[in-house]
Structure formats: structure tokens, C-alpha cells
T-cell receptor
Framework: ETGVTQTPRHLVMGMTNKKSLKCEQH?????MYWYKQSAKKPLELMFV???????ENNSVPSRFSPECPNSSHLFLHLHTLQPEDSALYLC?????????????FGNGTRLTVT | SQQGEEDPQALSIQEGENATMNCSYK?????LQWYRQNSGRGLVHLIL?????REKHSGRLRVTLDTSKKSSSLLITASRAADTASYFC???????????FGTGTRLTVIP
């Protein structure tokens, strides 16, 4: 419905688990993003891919590993997370050609780390 | 900080009233955008205003931008219960590509 689809919608994982979040966009965009949304904090930009190349990594811990196999798909691989990593993880896409292009968001994955 | 800051943090009004939310930022910008987020969902882009624009309208939305004061406002006229959501401003800084978001204003419209 939004043009950007995220799965799963909810995920509960232990600190020793490995899981992956998936994002797919059907808008023909060529830039994709991962954001982290925690309560009472600004949206935190984690990773940016433009034309399938990572162009920005805002000092995110290595336990988060992104993958962008093509312009329509984006993954976030999770490994040995901490409880403070519990948050809503949002994927977004945009046209990379113009600075500050509007973002189209998915509905997010609500992650709980136990 | 890079992101905008919305004010107030929360706002509660009666249906039919107007709602005004403000955003302040600290650096020069290319554009400023407003987004809406319903509970548990993703953000939805509402409107974009460029640094050389002062006012923009879209339906019941009116956005103003004052670059001398580094501030913007979002006005929702004739509010409806369905307008209940969180509203975020996002700034694109001059020379940058990415958007930086604030913590949002939580709007509740009481039927």
C-alpha cells in the first residue's frame, strides 16, 4: 500500500540470535535508507544506499550489517544485539538524483531484543 | 544538533479547530519537509518547502518558512479526528543530501 514493504512487522529475538530485516520498494527509486526510531528520540539515520552503493554509515555498531543486492531490495542483518537496540526500524526510499528528495517509508519492523 | 526541533511536544484540540506546530533548526537548508506518522506505522510525506519559498499550501495544510529565524510552522485547518498523529519536520542542510528529523509533535484531535 505504501510502495515500500517491510518484513517482518514484528520481531522478538534474543541477544545471541541472528535475524534479518527485509525491505522492498516498488517505486522505481534508486536510493534506500535504514532509520532507527526510539521513543522520545529523533529518527536516527543508520545507512544510505544510492545506486546500490553504500554512501553513508553513521557510525552504526557492527552488529548491524546492511545489504543492498539491487535498487529494489534492502536488508538489515542483525547479530548479537543488545536490549537498547529495541526500536522501530524504518526503511525508506527516494530518488537519489535530487538533494533532499522526499522519502517514502515502509511501516517498519518493531524489534524487541530480550 | 543537525535535526529540527518541533514545538510543542504534544497538542490536544477539539475537532474543527486549527492546529499549529512549529519547527526550529540551526543550519542553512536546501529545503524543509513535514511528515506525518500514525501510531505504529511509517512516516508519510506531507509537504516540502524550499529555502527560497515563504509559504506553501496543500489542501488543509499551510506551511511557512522563515529562514532568517530558522523556523517553520505547519498549520492544519478545520482539524478532524483522523488528523490525530505525530508530525515531524525534516531538514535538508545546504550541501548535504540526507534529511534530519526532529522528535515530533503528537497531535490529538478530540471528536
Amino acid at each position: 500500500e505504501t510502495g515500500v514493504t517491510q518484513t517482518p512487522r514484528h520481531l522478538v529475538m534474543g541477544m545471541t540470535n541472528k535475524k534479518s530485516l527485509k525491505c522492498e520498494q516498488h517505486l522505481g527509486h534508486n536510493a534506500m535508507y535504514w532509520y532507527k526510531q526510539s521513543a522520545k528520540k529523533p529518527l536516527e539515520l543508520m545507512f544510505v544506499y544510492s545506486l546500490e552503493e553504500r554512501v553513508e554509515n553513521n557510525s552504526v555498531p557492527s552488529r548491524f550489517s546492511p545489504e543492498c543486492p539491487n535498487s529494489s531490495h534492502l536488508f538489515l542483518h542483525l547479530h548479537t544485539l543488545q536490549p537498547e537496540d529495541s526500536a522501530l526500524y524504518l526503511c525508506a526510499s527516494s530518488q537519489a538524483t535530487a538533494a533532499g528528495s522526499p522519502l517514502h517509508f515502509g511501516n517498519g519492523t518493531r524489534l524487541t531484543v530480550t | 544538533s543537525q535535526q529540527g526541533e518541533e514545538d510543542p511536544q504534544a497538542l490536544s484540540i477539539q475537532e474543527g479547530e486549527n492546529a499549529t506546530m512549529n519547527c526550529s533548526y540551526k543550519t542553512s537548508i536546501n529545503n524543509l519537509q513535514w511528515y506525518r506518522q500514525n501510531s505504529g506505522r511509517g512516516l508519510v510525506h506531507l509537504i516540502l518547502i524550499r529555502s527560497n519559498e515563504r509559504e506553501k499550501h496543500s489542501g488543509r495544510l499551510r506551511v511557512t518558512l522563515d529562514t532568517s529565524k530558522k523556523s517553520s510552522s505547519l498549520l492544519i485547518t478545520a482539524s478532524r479526528a483522523a488528523d490525530t498523529a505525530s508530525y515531524f519536520c525534516a531538514t535538508c542542510q545546504t550541501g548535504a543530501n540526507n534529511l534530519f528529523f526532529g522528535t515530533g509533535t503528537r497531535l490529538t484531535v478530540i471528536p
